[in-house]
């Protein structure tokens, strides 16, 4: 018998797959519509869901599936991040019954007759080590799949979101990452990898060592340390920069830096760095800031920029505005 969680875990799931009947739709509707927390809840599972690509058609019965699921869960060998309580988040029982309602086979993280893994962040930021020694951190609501025997054959990673790879370099055997139709080659290096909302660019930055970023037909540009790249999904470009965009990779150790720095700029890695929507108003957009945060709230952030430049702080609605004449 599922308890009340799990009951609504499985009938969002059977929402999203497209496979609830109109009484479910309405009984998910109704829960998303109770409370702010469980619209939020949604959204993250749905998100899940969209990471998650189908690899087996079979049909299941989901309450018989989630059951053997549960009673899996203390067997389990599977080969993951080095990440303490992943099998006990909420994220890993989500993504569980999401892969047994769209038919995706649960033996995936079961056994060993089908290979791939998969490693979900929530809300925080994970840093872990892969099984070859690579370092990676993952950003907020990201997504990264490996096979299991990661290391040995070969070393490549689909991801889904964004994420920092300090890559233990291995000619013979090269790390490749994978995400939305573009693949990353590591030449010894440490960079890192990002897909906007919407999926319709990627942006690859090289802190250090050098990196070959081509798309499916083999076609790319290599790329060294202090470069970047923009891959453009619509026209299939890739568009390369000399510089790395500031604060670009603020989310693996908190630090923000502002050197005579648009406002406009930092409102934007505020909101990045913090998953808020932060904006400036048009009047102080221009107003330049030099300024180093190091682990610091948003409320700190917000405070010490508006006593700095003058400026005002309002709260509009879920939108953070910084407004004011002083500057100018």
Known sequence: MLNNTEHIDVLIALVLSGEANPEQVREVELWRQASEENRVYFEE?????????????????????????????????????????????????????????????????????????????SDKVMHDTMPDGSIITLNKHSVIQYADNFGKKNRRVVLKGEAYFNVVHDEKIPFVV??????????????????????????????????????????????????????????????????????????????????????????????????????????IANCKLTVRFENESLETVLSIISETLGLEVKHQDTTIVFSGNACN
């Open 178 to 283: 994978e995400t939305n139709g573009v693949f990353i080659k590591d030449i010894g290096t440490a960079f890192n990898v990002s897909t906007n909302n919407d999926s319709s660019e990627v942006t690859v930055i090289v802190e250090e060592g050098e990196v070959y970023f081509y798309r499916s037909t083999g076609e790319g540009i290599y790329l060294k340390k202090g470069e970047s790249a923009v891959y453009n999904r619509g026209n299939g470009s890739i568009t390369k920069f000399d510089k790395l965009p500031m604060n670009a990779t603020a989310y693996r150790d908190g630090i923000l830096n502002f050197n005579n720095t648009p406002m406009s700029e930092v409102a934007s890695a505020i909101s990045k760095l913090y998953g808020v929507n932060v904006i400036a108003d048009e009047k």
């Open 45 to 121: 599972m749905k998100q899940v869901f969209d990471s998650v690509q189908a690899t087996d058609t079979n049909d299941y019965q989901v309450d018989k599936a989630w059951e053997k699921v549960k009673l899996s869960l203390n067997d389990s060998q599977v080969v993951k991040l080095k990440s303490k309580h992943f099998y006990e988040s909420t994220w890993f029982r989500i993504a569980a019954v999401i892969l047994v309602v769209v038919g995706v086979s649960w033996m995936l993280f079961l056994n060993q007759s089908v290979n791939m893994l998969a490693v979900i962040s």
